[in-house]
Protein backbone atom coordinates (compact mmCIF):
# COMPACT_ATOMS: atom_id res chain seq x y z
CA UNK A 1 0.00 0.00 0.00
CA UNK A 2 2.73 2.14 0.83
CA UNK A 3 4.27 1.63 -2.54
CA UNK A 4 1.27 2.06 -3.97
CA UNK A 5 1.07 5.28 -2.48
CA UNK A 6 4.64 6.76 -3.50
CA UNK A 7 4.34 5.94 -6.87
CA UNK A 8 0.99 7.68 -7.60
CA UNK A 9 2.55 10.49 -5.63
CA UNK A 10 5.40 10.58 -8.31
CA UNK A 11 3.26 10.39 -10.87
CA UNK A 12 1.04 13.24 -9.78
CA UNK A 13 4.19 15.78 -9.24
CA UNK A 14 4.94 14.41 -12.83
CA UNK A 15 1.90 15.13 -14.07
CA UNK A 16 2.12 18.68 -12.18
CA UNK A 17 4.91 19.90 -13.61
CA UNK A 18 4.24 19.22 -16.99
CA UNK A 19 0.72 20.88 -16.61
CA UNK A 20 2.91 24.24 -15.15
CA UNK A 21 5.26 24.07 -17.78
CA UNK A 22 2.35 24.13 -20.46
CA UNK A 23 0.40 26.70 -19.20
CA UNK A 24 3.47 28.75 -18.21
CA UNK A 25 4.90 28.38 -22.26
CA UNK A 26 0.81 29.04 -23.10
CA UNK A 27 1.12 31.99 -20.94
CA UNK A 28 3.90 33.76 -22.46
CA UNK A 29 2.61 33.07 -25.21
CA UNK A 30 -0.93 34.69 -24.64
CA UNK A 31 0.85 37.32 -22.80
CA UNK A 32 3.00 38.54 -25.83
CA UNK A 33 0.20 38.28 -27.91
CA UNK A 34 -1.80 40.79 -26.14
CA UNK A 35 0.98 43.04 -25.84
CA UNK A 36 1.30 42.84 -29.52
CA UNK A 37 -2.55 43.83 -29.83
CA UNK A 38 -2.33 46.72 -27.47
CA UNK A 39 0.18 48.04 -29.07
CA UNK A 40 -1.43 47.79 -32.70
CA UNK A 41 -4.41 49.69 -30.83
CA UNK A 42 -4.99 53.38 -31.93
CA UNK A 43 -7.36 54.51 -29.42
CA UNK A 44 -6.41 52.87 -26.27
CA UNK A 45 -8.77 55.58 -23.97
CA UNK A 46 -11.48 53.99 -25.99
CA UNK A 47 -10.38 50.53 -25.00
CA UNK A 48 -10.07 51.37 -21.92
CA UNK A 49 -13.40 53.26 -21.41
CA UNK A 50 -15.19 50.30 -22.77
CA UNK A 51 -13.30 47.84 -20.83
CA UNK A 52 -14.35 49.46 -17.72
CA UNK A 53 -18.17 49.63 -18.89
CA UNK A 54 -17.93 46.29 -19.21
CA UNK A 55 -16.69 45.27 -15.79
CA UNK A 56 -19.46 47.89 -14.39
CA UNK A 57 -22.33 46.18 -16.56
CA UNK A 58 -21.11 42.40 -14.98
CA UNK A 59 -21.64 44.23 -11.34
CA UNK A 60 -24.64 46.05 -11.92
CA UNK A 61 -25.90 42.65 -13.81
CA UNK A 62 -24.80 40.80 -10.25
CA UNK A 63 -26.30 43.35 -8.10
CA UNK A 64 -29.78 42.75 -10.39
CA UNK A 65 -29.70 39.07 -10.61
CA UNK A 66 -28.98 38.71 -7.13
CA UNK A 67 -32.53 41.09 -6.18
CA UNK A 68 -34.26 38.87 -8.35
CA UNK A 69 -33.20 35.82 -6.67
CA UNK A 70 -34.45 37.31 -3.23
CA UNK A 71 -38.16 37.55 -4.65
CA UNK A 72 -39.47 33.98 -3.76
CA UNK A 73 -41.33 33.48 -6.80
CA UNK A 74 -39.15 35.24 -9.67
CA UNK A 75 -35.91 32.93 -9.71
CA UNK A 76 -38.28 29.95 -10.50
CA UNK A 77 -39.95 31.73 -13.28
CA UNK A 78 -36.35 33.08 -14.66
CA UNK A 79 -36.14 29.60 -14.75
CA UNK A 80 -38.47 28.53 -16.58
CA UNK A 81 -38.04 31.13 -19.10
CA UNK A 82 -34.33 30.54 -19.87
CA UNK A 83 -35.07 26.63 -20.15
CA UNK A 84 -37.99 27.90 -22.89
CA UNK A 85 -35.15 30.09 -24.35
CA UNK A 86 -33.01 27.27 -24.58
CA UNK A 87 -35.10 25.10 -25.74
CA UNK A 88 -36.26 27.49 -28.37
CA UNK A 89 -32.32 28.27 -29.66
CA UNK A 90 -31.33 24.62 -30.08
CA UNK A 91 -34.68 23.79 -32.39
CA UNK A 92 -33.95 27.17 -34.07
CA UNK A 93 -30.41 26.93 -34.48
CA UNK A 94 -28.81 23.62 -33.47
CA UNK A 95 -30.86 20.85 -34.59
CA UNK A 96 -30.50 21.43 -37.92
CA UNK A 97 -27.45 21.17 -40.47
CA UNK A 98 -28.81 24.33 -42.85
CA UNK A 99 -29.87 26.59 -39.17
CA UNK A 100 -26.48 25.54 -38.12
CA UNK A 101 -25.03 27.03 -41.19
CA UNK A 102 -26.65 30.04 -40.60
CA UNK A 103 -26.00 30.40 -37.02
CA UNK A 104 -22.40 30.38 -38.30
CA UNK A 105 -22.52 32.79 -40.78
CA UNK A 106 -24.22 34.86 -38.39
CA UNK A 107 -21.41 34.38 -35.80
CA UNK A 108 -18.69 35.04 -38.28
CA UNK A 109 -20.98 38.54 -39.71
CA UNK A 110 -20.70 39.26 -35.99
CA UNK A 111 -17.09 38.74 -35.86
CA UNK A 112 -16.38 40.77 -39.23
CA UNK A 113 -18.60 43.52 -37.27
CA UNK A 114 -16.50 43.47 -34.12
CA UNK A 115 -13.40 44.01 -35.81
CA UNK A 116 -14.16 46.05 -38.41
CA UNK A 117 -13.19 44.46 -40.74
CA UNK A 118 -16.28 44.26 -43.16
Known sequence: HFLASKTESRRFS???TKASEETAVDAGELFTDLKEKWDKVENKSTV???????????????????????????PKI????GLGYTGWFVYRYLLFKSSRKELATDIE??????????
Open 109 to 118: SLKKKIAETE
Open 48 to 74: ILYGGGAIVAVWLSSIFVGAINSVPLL
Open 14 to 16: QLQ
Open 78 to 81: MELV
